[in-house]
């Protein structure tokens, strides 16, 4: 029994058989702990969201890290160690990157939900969720090449690779610059745009003669939102380098206008009390801008603008129909004559002879 046991079999059989228990116990601990902690944080719904995220990933480098030390304490005669060693290096190094990943992408969601959009705070919200979503997802980036360099360096030839190009790095790094200078670009573009804030998650654009609304935001483009539910990505760097209308960049109210056009004889007094009395019936007017006035006399009627204000965008387009819609109403229910008319001027030289009414008989 002794000597099957000193065999290259048997070793290799008491090294497996040791390496599967200690990773069952370890990974069995880990599971009651983590049942453990569910216990204690179950009613904090933040909390239990990490864990969510980030259990099985734990999971998986306790599994790994157990089945390290078990692999490095065993005798180096054990046939095929150093491969098993190396295999097992690279997955945990794989599995500490997927942790990480994890990780960060729990920390960006645990700092969106304790900002949440209430009433009064959707701009600060809305701003540090786009925050947290660039920097989780730039730190994402960063992580992830990080893991599969680091993967990738436990190979001895790419090593040795990497030492003989390390003569040609000057001429290397040109060309590898060159060629990723988009990626580059929008990457900086993004982090420029993280810190300064120009436009938040939900904010509504004026893209190109576009209203759209700020879907999603990733580390090189952006996914706007039309209104017929389009969706157009941008890429990050095009909002470094033009111009565009932010309508909901501060948290203030908007001003919105109706215009119409009606006859010179039309009174404007009830219009205005129309106006007023409408506005202040309608719940989306924000109480600070509602005025009338008559802002152009042309050849033929008067135009009048009604301003009026709201607390942002979507609920003043709404607020805008809404008035047009009454005011037409009102226009054509109680002043029917003096909707716009086309005024002519006959002049009988101008009568054809056919048409004029025939002259007076003479007595």
């Known amino acids: 029994m002794l000597e099957t046991l000193d065999s290259p079999i048997g070793r290799w059989a008491v090294t497996l058989a040791t390496g599967a228990l200690t990773a069952a116990a370890v990974t069995f601990a880990y599971i009651l702990l983590i049942k453990l ?44 160690i150093a491969a098993i060693r190396h295999l097992n290096s690279l997955c945990l190094i794989l ?8 990780a960060i992408t729990a920390i960006g969601d645990v700092i969106v939900s304790l900002n949440p959009a209430v009433e009064g705070r959707h701009h600060a919200a809305r701003r540090v969720e786009t925050q947290a979503r660039f920097l989780t ?41 060159f ?37 999603e935001v990733t580390t090189t483009y952006v996914v706007l939102r039309t209104w017929d539910l389009r969706r157009l990505v941008v890429p990050l760097q095009w909002f470094i380098e033009n111009p565009f209308e932010n309508w909901t960049r501060r948290p203030t109210s908007l001003m919105g206008t109706v215009f119409m056009w009606l006859d010179y004889r039309m009174p404007v007094p009830p219009l205005r009390a129309e106006f007023e009395r409408l506005l202040k019936a ?7 801008i509602g005025t009338t006035q008559v802002v152009d006399a ?21 607020l805008r129909c809404r008035m047009r819609e009454a005011l037409l109403d009102f226009v054509q229910r109680e002043y029917p004559d003096y909707l716009p008319n086309v005024r002519a001027r006959v002049d009988d030289n101008e009568v054809p002879e056919a048409s004029r009414p025939p002259a007076a008989p003479e007595i």
């Open 137 to 177: 997802r730039g730190l994402t980036v960063l992580v992830a090449i990080i893991g599969i360099s680091t993967a990738l360096m436990t190979f001895p030839s790419i090593r040795q690779l990497g030492t003989s190009l390390l003569a040609s790095a000057g001429i290397g790094g040109l060309i590898i610059g």
């Open 298 to 318: 042309g050849e033929h009627a008067m135009q009048i603008r009604f301003l009026m204000s709201s607390t942002d965008s979507i609920t003043l387009w709404h």
């Open 37 to 80: 902690g569910y216990r204690l944080i179950q009613r904090r719904a933040i909390a239990r969201e990490f864990l969510q995220q980030c259990d099985n990933a734990g999971g998986v480098v306790v599994f790994f890290v157990a089945l390290q030390a078990v692999w490095h304490a065993s005798d180096d005669s054990v046939p095929w």
């Open 282 to 288: 309608d719940g989306a007017w924000d109480e600070l």
């Open 179 to 215: 060629a990723a200078r988009p990626v580059l670009s929008n990457l900086l573009a993004g982090l420029q745009i993280a810190l300064s804030q120009p436009f938040r998650i939900e904010d509504v654009l004026k893209f190109k003669d576009e209203w759209c609304w700020v879907e």
């Open 95 to 102: 599995a500490l990157t997927w942790a990480a990943l994890k």
